[in-house]
């Protein structure tokens, strides 16, 4: 179990290592994003969210095409992979590049490693449901794309998708001020609460 462990522990620094030297370039940027995400001043979920509503109303302007999205979103994914490791150091400094820092990038890669391993594993975990149960499987599927198919059917497609984004872009801060974990132990309470008064009404 235990040498299990350490090789599971010694892949996982293999890849943070792996990953950290791919992104390199993008550091202070992926730092300062990190400390506007975590909502390290009191404005700045402000900001993320002014700047999330304008672009969402530029795209509703604009009213782009399926494929004129695609291509402008590619192209400035590839401008941005270009231009960003080159202006960065200028724009940032390269030579402030603190120990700090060099630590909080680090634990930012390890963090996005760890969710790539939950993603595949909830993967194969569907995979194995579907091999072992495969009843099980079809329902939940069907059931949970007619669901999202509902809902997508009474929302505007545009909007849906500005709500998703703001909720992921606000949700690193949401967990790093601890207001999940308050609203969801309060809603535990809550909910404790009815099934115990639900209890006694059946007794």
């Known amino acids: 179990m235990a040498e299990g462990d350490n090789k599971s522990a010694n892949m996982l620094a293999q890849e943070t290592a792996q990953l950290e030297e791919q992104l390199q370039g993008w550091g202070e940027v992926i730092l300062a994003g990190d400390r506007v995400l975590r909502w390290e001043k009191p404005w700045f979920p402000g900001a993320v969210m002014g700047a999330t509503t304008v672009l969402f109303l ?3 302007y604009l009213d782009p095409s399926v494929l004129t999205g695609l291509s402008c979103t590619v192209m400035l994914l590839c401008l941005a992979d270009y231009l960003v490791p080159t202006l960065a150091p200028r724009v940032f400094g390269s030579n402030k590049w603190t120990t700090e820092q060099q630590q909080r990038f680090h634990e930012i890669c390890g963090n996005l490693v760890k969710t790539q391993r939950r993603i595949v594993g909830w993967w194969k975990r569907l995979c194995a449901l579907k091999e072992e149960k495969p009843k099980m499987y079809f329902a939940s599927v069907i059931s949970s794309l007619l669901t999202v198919a509902w809902i997508g059917q009474q ?11 703001s909720f992921l872009l ?16 309060m809603a535990k309470r809550e909910i404790n609460k009815l099934l115990k008064q639900k209890e006694k009404k059946n007794e």
């Open 155 to 165: 929302v505007h497609n545009l909007f849906l998708t500005y709500l998703i984004v």
């Open 170 to 185: 606000l949700l690193p801060g949401l967990n790093q001020h601890g207001i999940i974990t308050k609203y969801a132990g």
């Open 58 to 60: 530029l795209i509703y």
